[in-house]
């Protein structure tokens, strides 16, 4: 289900949609950790040529910060159309826990 929302999402914003505030706001933020972590992850199943492989959680937290530390703190402070929320933060960290789950539920059923 949420993987059918995704495509729905971007292609109905990039024709001038508009959502409920929070969704237009937070979704694209809760959804980047996902997206991003799961082109690493096929990555580096390729990579590695083991099917089974998985991204640890100290890998996510990594992302997770560095992900919030570039887009909350670093680039707020050099480019003006960028502007920090701790709200972003919040959901860059629901989306890292979401691909945490799902990637468990992989793990569970290979």
């Given at each position: 289900?949420?993987?059918?929302?995704?495509?729905?999402?971007?292609?109905?914003?990039?024709?001038?949609?508009?959502?409920?505030?929070i969704i237009q706001g937070y979704f694209s933020d809760f959804l980047a950790l996902p997206l991003m972590l799961g082109v690493i992850?096929?990555?580096?199943?390729?990579?590695?040529?083991?099917?089974?492989?998985?991204?640890?959680?100290?890998?996510?937290?990594?992302?997770?910060?560095?992900?919030?530390?570039?887009?909350?703190?670093?680039?707020?402070?050099?480019?003006?159309?960028?502007?920090?929320?701790?709200?972003?933060?919040?959901?860059?960290?629901?989306?890292?826990?979401?691909?945490?789950?799902?990637?468990?539920?992989?793990?569970?059923?290979?």
């Amino acid at each position: 289900m949420v993987g059918l929302s995704i495509p729905f999402f971007f292609i109905a914003k990039s024709k001038g949609v508009t959502f409920h505030p929070i969704i237009q706001g937070y979704f694209s933020d809760f959804l980047a950790l996902p997206l991003m972590l799961g082109v690493i992850l096929l990555a580096m199943k390729a990579y590695t040529k083991d099917p089974t492989y998985q991204l640890s959680v100290a890998k996510v937290v990594v992302a997770f910060l560095y992900i919030s530390i570039v887009f909350e703190w670093i680039l707020p402070l050099y480019r003006e159309h960028f502007h920090s929320d701790v709200w972003d933060v919040v959901a860059y960290g629901m989306g890292a826990l979401l691909f945490l789950w799902i990637q468990s539920i992989g793990k569970r059923t290979t």
